[in-house]
T-cell receptor
Framework: GQQLNQSPQSMFIQEGEDVSMNCTSSSIFNTWLWYKQDPGEGPVLLIALYKAGELTSNGRLTAQFGITRKDSFLNISASIPSDVGIYFCAGQLTGSQGNLIFGKGTKLSVKP | DSGVTQTPKHLITATGQRVTLRCSPRSGDLSVYWYQQSLDQGLQFLIQYYNGEERAKGNILERFSAQQFPDLHSELNLSSLELGDSALYFC?????????????FGSGTRLTVV
């Protein structure tokens, strides 16, 4: 089946650092979404992208829908402790009924 | 509170047993989706209902089944449970199928099979 390759798998951040993660696929998506999941909670939508090339910001978060519609990236600027968690990319294929395909997540932790 | 309610929050059961997970969608949403999240994995789509009818199926095992009732709540039934079925099960809802606009997840049910 379709897969989303999300990288990096994990990263350590220090407060104030910028963070970047991305997702790629061999399939073409008509929508890309970025979610954050905290322990014991469901994923919460951060940013939704609907058009190829679209660049969207939500506060310190910026995400882009790749021109080929096969990739997306998420940047977090000036990270703060509450940014810790797991970030997932998800995509919706053209013609699907709304079900999403998820990446395996990027786990952000604080540097000791 | 996302508006999507899942019960129970935690469930521990033995292998071979059957359990039912319940989801109440956000008010006004007609479409319900079920996902499974195993340890350190992304969410895997299981099945979708819209206004009581099955709309799409993912990698759902034959031992698993679901339905959506007239009041729009949905239940996911897992039978002949195996250790590997231990996972987080999430429900999401949206106003209609085909779009991710307004897509909202519940807090999940953590199933542990011992």
């Amino acid at each position: 089946g379709q897969q989303l390759n999300q990288s990096p798998q994990s990263m350590f951040i220090q407060e104030g650092e910028d963070v970047s993660m991305n997702c790629t696929s061999s399939s073409i998506f008509n929508t890309w979404l970025w979610y954050k999941q905290d322990p014991g909670e469901g994923p919460v939508l951060l940013i939704a992208l609907y058009k190829a090339g679209e660049l969207t910001s939500n506060g310190r978060l910026t995400a882009q829908f790749g021109i080929t519609r096969k990739d997306s990236f998420l940047n977090i600027s000036a990270s703060i402790p509450s940014d810790v968690g797991i970030y997932f990319c998800a995509g919706q294929l053209t013609g699907s009924q709304g079900n999403l395909i998820f990446g395996k997540g990027t786990k952000l932790s604080v540097k000791p | 509170d996302s508006g999507v309610t899942q019960t129970p929050k935690h469930l521990i059961t033995a292998t071979g047993q059957r359990v039912t997970l319940r989801c109440s969608p956000r008010s006004g949403d007609l479409s319900v989706y079920w996902y499974q999240q195993s340890l350190d994995q992304g969410l895997q789509f299981l099945i979708q209902y819209y206004n009581g009818e099955e709309r799409a199926k993912g990698n759902i095992l034959e031992r698993f089944s679901a339905q959506q009732f007239p009041d729009l709540h949905s239940e996911l039934n897992l039978s002949s449970l195996e250790l590997g079925d231990s996972a987080l099960y999430f429900c999401a809802s949206s106003p209609e199928p085909g779009t991710v606009y307004g897509y909202t997840f519940g807090s999940g049910t953590r199933l542990t099979v011992v």
